[in-house]
Every structure is written in structure tokens, then in C-alpha cells.
């Protein structure tokens, strides 16, 4: 069974950092690409970033890119999420998603919470 | 900030079908496939529906999934309790160069 399990979501002021990870089991994580998803409190989904199987090639969206660095170890299965200059807007649950047929398994998320 | 639009509320009474729509444009949808997703509230979304109409083992034929154009469809037949959650489409944009996510419908059982 694929899981997913995200931690180190927390309560964080604006401009400080935070790193999030994604334990995989159930899968060869080395296989596979892997997502970043966000979701605002009540609002709806928002893609983050993604990483290929190697870790070498990365895509941001642009409300991100250039604060938050993707990045994955194969050899511990776990995915990272390196968030910097965190703004207030950035407020969300965090899901850890793997690409199959693009997304196909969720993690539970974690919650980030940037206070001003 | 959501590329595919979806209308934001279905409803219907048990037994009855629902149908949800997704519109997106040539970038996204027109060129690329489709996924679904269901999310219950406080819970982390479930896929539905891959490569515009397959159904992943475990998810009743009563939900099917149709692309054509820049539009797709879910669809709910055999409308039930348990299918009240909000639905989401998402496909890759190429101009983007990003997983977008439609706006999300939420379905209702009368």
C-alpha cells in the first residue's frame, strides 16, 4: 500500500523558514516523480512544485520559485519541501503528492501557518 | 488563480446523475489528460478518475470521466450519501509548465 507521510508543518512569523518532509513507503520511491501540493484554509488546491525520480530536474510555480526548494534522497525515500521568506499568503495544507498518471496517491498534509 | 473552471455547486437527489464540468484551454486540457479527484472535507483528495476516463480498482463504474476539446465531465450516476465532497479536475499546462487544478465543485445530496 502507498504511503505518504508529511511532518514538519508549525506555526511560523513572516520571513522565517520551515522544512517540510514526506516519508514514501509502500512503492519504489526512486522510480517515481514527486509533487508539492498547497490548500489555503477553505479555499481550493494549488500545485507547488515537482521533482523527477533523480532529484535533477525541478519545476516551481512562480508564487514560489526562488523561496521554496524541492529536493528528495532516494536512499531514505523521503521527499523535502525547503521553505524560506515565508509569507502569510503561503498559509496552507501542504500534501505530499506522487505522480503515476500525473497524481494518483495523496499524503494526509501537514499545516503550515505564516503569522504576521 | 485556478486555470480550469469548474461550476462551484452540484446537486441531485439519491439515484439521481450528476454531471460536473471542466473547462480549461488548448495549454491544459486540449493537449494533455485528465485526472479527477474527490476530497471530503478535512481529509487529503482521492483519485476518481486518470487519463481523462479510467477509473483506478476500487472506484464504483457509477462514476465515469469524458475529454473532449478543452473540456472534461465527471460524472455521478446512482447519485448517494457518500459521494457528498468536493470534486476537483487537474491536468498539466504546457504553458504553465505546472499541475493545474479546476476550481472545484461541491456536490450536494438533497
New interface residues.
Partial sequence: EVQLVESGGGLVQRGGSLRLSCAASGFTFSNYWM?W?RQAPGK????VS?INSDGRTT????SVKGRFTISRDNAKTTLFMQMNSLRVEDTAVY?CARE??????????TLVTVSS | QSVLTQPPSASGTPGQRVTISCSGSSFNIGGNSVNWYQQVPGTAPKLLIYSNDQRPSGVPERLSGSKSGTSASLAISGLQSEDEADYFCAAWDDSLNGYVFGTGTKVTVL
Fill in positions: 509533487h501540493v481550493g488546491l494549488l500545485w515537482r519545476t516551481y510555480a512562480a500534501y503515476g498518471t500525473l497524481i494518483d496517491h495523496w499524503g494526509q498534509g
